[in-house]
């Protein structure tokens, strides 16, 4: 992620690049979430939206980690986990 968002900051402005890295943010997921709905194993929400919120805690993780390198990254992102369990859950 810490990798798309350099890239996004470093091609600002190109109208190309900048969808093909929300597609590869946020495009691909809210479609694997949407998929999932339809199959009945998520319960309501915006998939786009859940998608979107997604990308911004892994980003929030690897912001944390770079603040605090003896973060426990492996609760965190069991933490993190539970938290989408709870949110998509049927």
């Known amino acids: 992620m810490r990798a798309l968002n350099e890239i996004a900051r470093n091609t600002a402005g190109d109208p ?3 969808a093909l890295l929300a597609d590869l943010r946020v ?3 809210a479609r694997q979430l949407r998929q999932r709905q339809r199959e009945g194993m998520f319960g309501p ?3 786009e939206v859940m998608a979107r ?3 911004h805690g892994i ?9 605090d ?5 492996d609760a ?3 933490e993190l986990a ?3 369990e709870k949110a998509t859950a049927s």
Do not use: K, N, W
Request: aromatic content about 10%.
């Open 16 to 18: 190309i690049t900048e």
């Open 27 to 29: 495009g691909r997921l």
């Open 45 to 47: 929400f915006t998939p």
């Open 53 to 55: 919120t997604i990308a």
């Open 59 to 67: 980003d929030g993780a690897a912001t944390a980690l770079a603040e």
């Open 69 to 73: 390198p003896d973060l426990d990254l």
């Open 76 to 78: 965190y992102g069991r």
């Open 82 to 84: 539970a938290l989408f």
